[in-house]
Structures are given as structure tokens and as C-alpha cells.
């Protein structure tokens, strides 16, 4: 016969959750007015056949460590203020470029460049996206949403505001 060990099993007693902490958030308020009043956050522009249009594409960023393998190119966003890049947000999809795996890596997550070698490369290359872009737009060989989507760039691009 099994002796019992000297533990007893506990009562479980289900108690309520503590109650969840409100976080505020700070307030953003526009420029130039007398009264405050909040800004409005933008809607991220998003295009998701734009974005997978880059797969099988030549990588545009073309940084030092560039790998080549136009297997492994996807949409690259772009990491400045300038273009809706903010805390918890990614620019607009219309400020991509096409990057090979090592470049995209290179320039979200590199410690061996500077902020400003990667602006420089970003800028040089949203130019040869803008580029390619354009010449999909009136490529007849091109799918409908291809151009369709090339131009939906081309658009948002046409009305961004000139940075200082």
C-alpha cells in the first residue's frame, strides 16, 4: 500500500486582476497657434503590391557590404523623420527602395555606419527607385497593377513637401 505524503493540496483562490494602469500620453500640439490644439496624426499611405513588387528586383541601395542576390531584394523603408518614419511607425510605403537581405540589414540595424552615410545611401537610392518606378509606369510591357502601383509612388512622391 502507497503511503500519502504529509503535503496537502492548496486551495486555489482566484483573485481579480490589480486594475490595469491608465497611461497617459503627452499631447502633441501644432505650431504657430495661439491656442493649443492637438495635431492630427497622418494615415500611413500603404501599397502592398508595391511592396512586393521588389521581390527578384536588382538591389538599388548598394551599400558596401551589398550581397547582389536579387533573391533576396524586398521594399526597404526609409528610416528619416522627413518621410512619416516616427516611434512605433513606418514611413509611407511610397518612400521605399528595392535592397538585397544585407543592405535592408545595413541600414535598420548597422552599428558600423554612421546616420548620415545611411541617409546619404537611402537619398541616392529612393533617386533610382523613383527612376524605376517611373519607368514602369509607362512600360507597356508591365502589368496593369505594376504600373498602377508604380504610379501611386510617383504620386505621393510628386506631393511631398520639400525638406529643409
Not at 486582476?17 to 491656442?35: F, S
Not at 518606378?133 to 502589368?143: F, L, P, Q, T
Amino acid at each position: 500500500m502507497l503511503k500519502r505524503s504529509g503535503f496537502k493540496r492548496l486551495e486555489v483562490v482566484h483573485m481579480p486582476p490589480p486594475p490595469a494602469k491608465r497611461l497617459e500620453r503627452p499631447v502633441v500640439y501644432a505650431k504657430g497657434c495661439d491656442t493649443p490644439q492637438p495635431m492630427a496624426k497622418p494615415e500611413p499611405q500603404r501599397n502592398p503590391h508595391l511592396l512586393s513588387m521588389a521581390r527578384g528586383r536588382p538591389c538599388l541601395l548598394r551599400t558596401r557590404v551589398c550581397n547582389y542576390d536579387s533573391s533576396t531584394t524586398v521594399a526597404a523603408h526609409s528610416n528619416l523623420l522627413a518621410h512619416g518614419k516616427g516611434r512605433g511607425r513606418k514611413a509611407d510605403d511610397c518612400y521605399t527602395v528595392w535592397s538585397c537581405a544585407r543592405c535592408h540589414t545595413w541600414l535598420d540595424s548597422s552599428y558600423d555606419a554612421e546616420f548620415s552615410e545611411k541617409e546619404e545611401a537611402f537619398m541616392r537610392a529612393l533617386v533610382a527607385q523613383a527612376d524605376e518606378w517611373r519607368a514602369i509606369a509607362v512600360s507597356a510591357a508591365a502589368s496593369p497593377k505594376d504600373r498602377a502601383a508604380a504610379q501611386w509612388a510617383l504620386d505621393r512622391l510628386q506631393q511631398a513637401p520639400e525638406v529643409a
